[in-house]
């Protein structure tokens, strides 16, 4: 996705010139894709033993606890757009090592506090936020830099399938592991797996030898002026600000419904770890075939459909969660079928999502596009875990389930107005041009 006058440089092929054929012959790609997996896994541990962690070493409070998700994504509403300016200024790939560094120190320090006898809530609450903010670095940047590796705009939908897969796997095999590790090592403990993580996706990023052009610095330009540029290029364009707004709801009612379940799990369903990690991962199936079919789903039938029908499911899971009732066994089955059909859906809409994303927006907006995103996304997800909180701590488990199950149908109803229900295909890219 380059600029006029900018060139993304990528792996070519020895005899042609040309791009691979697919990208499981572009050695840098793979390299990015596993450390990435690797680090997905990781932060899949974390997701589930901070709040854990919060809950058991020092009884934190469903208000505690929705707080505490609350600032691990809060940093996206207030630097995502920020970062998506400087990044647009900078070689991506020394910003996602930085971050990534970042990372493994800070989750490394959970353990180590934990063994000293010195780790506190307020500890807790203040690493999880720093570690927020290096992600908020982390997550503006890996899409931007995606295209410097596959330059072909026919390889995009592959590549966001391929991402997708390794984010529906890591919600697969994350949560089980979690749930054991929480079990064996405790839940501070178990966080050395997510800074392990780190480490590995640092030293992929640091053997890919794909060269990323600098960016082109053009005029001095005000960062004001730019955020405005970024968020009128998302707000302006309709499938954009489409997919923008759908997906600040879904991203609302999804932290909102997790955040509950895990309190009305550990709480009133006094589930252990190991259970809830193996709810979530028997239900996460269902994202990795979502996104392993994505592809093919979207070659047969028409785009605006097969969107519809994945954000559909997406949103209309948790009404399964609100009327769970009978013995343990059947309890269990419909949060693993709620959570299954949620996540199917989720893995078919991400590659569609990301795919219109990247064929919409010019590599030299390509940062602040996906800022713009972040900070809504994110920023749902932000208030999906403080609303959690308040709501569970107000109206108990089950009575907050219900409430968000019927927020999240409502918004399924608003599908139907959507301009992207109505593509029939991937448009063509964006024609390349410096903002």
């Known amino acids: 996705m380059a600029s006029a006058n900018v060139t993304a440089a990528g792996p070519e092929t020895p005899a042609t010139g040309k ?59 207030g630097l995502a757009l920020i970062f998506g300016v400087w990044v647009d200024r900078v070689r991506r790939r020394r910003v996602m090592l930085a971050a990534n560094l970042v990372r ?15 780790l506190s809530m307020v500890t807790l609450t203040v690493i ?9 670095l982390f997550d503006v940047s890996w899409m931007s830099y995606v295209p410097t590796l596959v ?15 390794s984010s529906s796997t890591a919600d697969v095999a994350g949560p089980g592991l979690a749930g054991v590790l929480v079990s064996a090592l405790t839940a501070p403990v178990a966080l050395v797996v997510d800074a392990f993580s780190y480490l590995v996706s640092v030293i992929s990023l640091l053997l890919i030898r794909t060269p990323e052009p ?86 047969r039938f028409r785009l605006g459909r097969v969107y519809l029908l994945a954000q559909s499911a997406l949103l209309l899971g948790p009404s399964l969660l609100a009327t769970a009732a009978g013995p ?39 940062g602040r596009m996906t800022a713009a995103f972040r900070t809504l996304l994110f920023g749902g997800g932000a208030l999906g875990g403080l609303s959690a909180g308040l709501l569970t701590g107000a109206l108990g488990g089950r009575g907050a389930l219900t409430v968000a199950a019927i927020g999240s149908a409502a918004v399924a109803i608003g599908l139907f107005a959507s301009p992207v229900t109505r593509l029939a295909a991937l448009p063509s890219p964006t024609e390349r041009r410096v903002q």
Not at 151 to 165: F, I, L, N
Not at 247 to 266: E, K, P, Q
């Open 19 to 77: 791009p691979p054929r697919t990208l499981w012959h572009n050695g840098d790609f793979l390299k990015f894709w596993l450390g990435e997996t690797v680090s997905l896994l990781g932060t899949q541990v974390t997701t589930l033993a901070l709040p854990l962690t919060a809950i058991r070493a020092f009884g934190a409070s469903d208000e505690q606890v929705g707080l505490l998700r609350f600032l691990q994504l809060a940093p996206y509403l």
């Open 104 to 118: 493994m120190v800070l989750l490394a320090l959970v353990p180590v506090l934990h063994w000293a006898d010195a």
């Open 128 to 136: 999880a936020c720093a570690v927020g903010v290096a992600s908020v």
């Open 151 to 165: 330059r072909d705009p026919d390889h995009y939908v592959e590549a966001s399938q391929k991402m997708g897969v």
């Open 214 to 299: 600098r960016p082109e610095q053009g005029a001095r330009r005000h960062i004001w002026s730019e955020l405005r540029d970024g968020l009128r290029w998302v707000m302006t364009d309709r499938i954009l600000r489409a997919l923008a707004l759908v997906g600040f709801c879904c991203n609302f009612s999804m932290i909102t419904v997790w955040t509950m379940f895990l309190l009305h799990g550990t709480r009133d369903l006094h589930l252990a770890p190991s259970v809830l990690g193996g709810i979530f991962a028997t239900a996460s199936v269902g994202g990795l075939i979502g996104a392993l079919i994505s592809g093919r789903v979207i070659k």
């Open 328 to 366: 343990s066994w059947l309890v269990i089955a419909m949060c693993v079928a709620s959570f299954f059909v949620t996540y199917l859906g989720l893995g078919v809409a991400n590659v569609i999502i990301v795919s219109l994303r990247q064929t919409s927006t010019p590599a030299s907006m390509m």
